[in-house]
Structure formats: structure tokens, C-alpha cells
């Protein structure tokens, strides 16, 4: 049974939503702030965190980063709850690694369908989805590992993704826009420097091999052979 952490510091809606995933069948546990999060977080590990942004202590965008910065939870699914509806909040959230997002006041139904859709696509790939090789770059999806030149890599999940889809479609030209959308799940209206961002931290984890990544101006990017 998949166990849920919601942070929240309004008690009212914490409680209707620890309610409601109690109801469709998941474990959930709340908390008001990022210390007693954290501290549970250390005893284990949820397989998916809802989180408010505007909370005392610390914010959620702070917390976000912070797990996207720990070996142990850097893939850990993470849909916001905010208040906030304008598309720089939302990039924002996209930006530092947020899964979805959900504006308030939002329904309950809305909540737990994108709830079991990101826990879809986090899900572990079958093993028949294999290795995926291209020059230095090795990726095992069985194994959820990556290597350049020989030496492991370790990506987030979206980076993780993300140079799977690529590797998935070598040598073709990829818009931004169909990345977003089969990397992140959903489209994203108005500009967006997710997948920018995204590239240039793939690109500089990979080292040497992130050369293989391209820009092709005006559309996309692809990974591959030198664009002509």
C-alpha cells in the first residue's frame, strides 16, 4: 500500500487530505512544518510527498530543493499544493523538481487523480526495457543506473527520464514542448525553462559525454551526432 506524506500547516485542509488518500485506500501521515517532515523522513521514506509551499519555518520550494539534494530522495515523487496560480510560481516549482502541482482550493477527486498518475509515471520500468548505450553514455533501466566513460552517474528522476527519452528518440530533433509532455506527463502553457534547465544539469553531470546533447535553435534538442 503506497504511504503519503502530506505537509500542510493549515490543519483543515491537512486533515481533509490525509481523509481523503485514507479513503482510496492509501497510508498517509501529516505534518504542519519542515521539522517534523524531516524527522519522520529520516525513519522512512514515503513513495510520494504532497507539500505546500507557504509554510512556517520553511518554505516548500526550500524543501523541495532539499530533497532533490539528498542521494536518498532525490527521486522521491513530489506534487505542491499552493495557493499561488501565477505560471512563475509554477516554473518555478517545475524548475526545482516538483512532480506536479496543484492550485487551491482544488478538488478531492482532481488530488488523487494526479496523484495516481505521478505514481505511474515513477513507477520502476520492466526490465525489458533494457540498456540504452549511446557513445559513453550508458543507461540500465532495469537497474535505474547511468554511466559516462565508465563512472556512475547520479541523475534526479526527471534527469533520469529525461535522457532515457532521449536516448529512446537518438538522432531526432525533440520540441520542448513534446519533451515536457512525455517527460513531465502533462503540456505547460506559456514558456517554460524547465527542460533548458534540465538539459544543462544533465548535460554537466554527464561531463564530456553531455556533448552528445544538442540545441537545435528555434526547436528543440536532440542527442546523437553533430547537428549539421
Not at 482510496?24 to 521539522?35: L, P, W
Not at 516548500?60 to 505542491?80: C, D, F, H, K, N
Not at 512525455?182 to 538539459?199: K, L, P
Amino acid at each position: 500500500m503506497p504511504i503519503i506524506y502530506c505537509v500542510e500547516d493549515d490543519v483543515n485542509i491537512r486533515e481533509l487530505v490525509l481523509y481523503a488518500l485514507r479513503a482510496s485506500g492509501f497510508e498517509a501521515e501529516g505534518f504542519d512544518s519542515a521539522t517534523p517532515f524531516f524527522a519522520r523522513l529520516s525513519a522512512a521514506r514515503p513513495d510520494l510527498v504532497l507539500l505546500d509551499i507557504m509554510l512556517p519555518e520553511t518554505d516548500g520550494l526550500s524543501i523541495l530543493r532539499q530533497l532533490r539534494e539528498t542521494s536518498r530522495t532525490a527521486s522521491l515523487p513530489v506534487i505542491l499544493l499552493t495557493a499561488k496560480s501565477a505560471e512563475y510560481d509554477k516554473v518555478r516549482g517545475l524548475d526545482d523538481g516538483a512532480d506536479d502541482y496543484l492550485t487551491k482550493p482544488f478538488g478531492v477527486m482532481e488530488l488523487m487523480s494526479r496523484i495516481k498518475a505521478v505514481l505511474r509515471r515513477t513507477a520502476p520500468r520492466q526490465a525489458e526495457d533494457g540498456v540504452l548505450a549511446l557513445g559513453d553514455i550508458v543507461l540500465d533501466n532495469a537497474r535505474h543506473t547511468v554511466t559516462s566513460a565508465g563512472e556512475p552517474v547520479i541523475l534526479t528522476l526527471k534527469e533520469f527520464d529525461l535522457l532515457h527519452y532521449l536516448l529512446q528518440n537518438a538522432d531526432l530533433v525533440l520540441t520542448r514542448e513534446k519533451i515536457m509532455e512525455s517527460v513531465w506527463g502533462f503540456g505547460f502553457e506559456g514558456e517554460s525553462r524547465t527542460v533548458d534547465m534540465h538539459i544543462k544539469t544533465l548535460r554537466q553531470k554527464l561531463g564530456a559525454a553531455g556533448a552528445q546533447i544538442h540545441t537545435v535553435r528555434g526547436v528543440g534538442y536532440k542527442i546523437g551526432a553533430d547537428v549539421g
